[in-house]
């Protein structure tokens, strides 16, 4: 019952949480990229906080209808760190992981159908993303990483594990970003290649069964006529 229930609150919620997120990160890149002033500042700052209160309403929603509350608990950390973190400002990005999370719970279908759409679009997204933190974290660091087009190459040679060392972050925030961009390129990677694997697959057992089918109907056709011969030969006359 409670598995059914927190089921469809998350079918509910999916799309209204992707739409905060996609605001979120809107409001969070013009703040870094603008440094709006004004009521325009106001506006950005109005929805980081609407959209940190939808997270957290979601979290405490799902948390208050999960069937094992500590097993949900101690399996969506990432989610409790998006809502308890969003005063700290290197890491409120952190709020649009949320994203993430609700592309994988329809990942299974759509990966297959979709391999090079999704891999082009979660690439360009996280380097984006990590760019974002990261020139966030280094723009006033003095290291190499002074401008957003340095933090765009950066992250470009990070998520590809290149790496020339031309660019680097020096600050604490923008190593664990990183980290994070490393470990999310060969996460991105795996999952790539296992679902191409997975779509290979899976179209081999289809063939093998269509031929399969194919072969049993060849055979059921030949035992008609051989069934046919024999009854032609038992009714011809005899000489």
């Given at each position: ?10 079918r509910k919620v999916e799309w209204p949480l992707v739409i905060a997120a996609l605001l979120f990160l809107a409001a969070y890149a013009a703040q870094i990229l ?42 969506h950390l990432l989610d409790l760190a998006i809502v308890a973190l969003p005063m700290f400002r290197p890491l409120r990005l952190m709020r649009f992981f949320t ?59 990070t998520i590809t594990t290149v790496g020339y060392g031309d660019y680097y972050p020096v600050t604490v925030t923008g190593r664990i970003v990183a980290v994070g ?59």
């Amino acid at each position: 019952m409670y598995g059914e229930r927190l089921a469809r609150w998350e079918r509910k919620v999916e799309w209204p949480l992707v739409i905060a997120a996609l605001l979120f990160l809107a409001a969070y890149a013009a703040q870094i990229l603008a440094t709006p002033e004004g009521v325009v500042e106001t506006v950005a700052e109005v929805v980081l906080k609407t959209t940190w209160a939808l997270f957290l309403l979601d979290y405490v929603v799902r948390l208050a209808i999960a069937e094992r509350r500590w097993t949900w608990f101690w399996r969506h950390l990432l989610d409790l760190a998006i809502v308890a973190l969003p005063m700290f400002r290197p890491l409120r990005l952190m709020r649009f992981f949320t994203i993430i999370a609700l592309i994988q719970r329809n990942t299974g279908t759509m990966l297959r159908g979709r391999v090079a759409m999704f891999t082009i679009g979660a690439t360009a997204l996280t380097v984006f993303v990590a760019a974002l933190a990261v020139y966030d974290a280094e723009q006033s660091s003095g290291g190499p990483i002074s401008t957003f087009g340095d933090a765009v190459w950066w992250a470009f040679e990070t998520i590809t594990t290149v790496g020339y060392g031309d660019y680097y972050p020096v600050t604490v925030t923008g190593r664990i970003v990183a980290v994070g961009l490393m470990v999310g390129g060969i996460a991105l990677i795996g999952v790539v290649t296992a679902t191409l694997a997975s779509w290979i697959v899976q179209r081999v057992s289809v063939e093998a069964e269509e031929a399969s089918a194919a072969t049993e109907t060849q055979v059921e056709a030949l035992r008609g006529e051989i069934a046919e011969l024999k009854q032609m030969l038992r009714e011809a006359p005899r000489a």
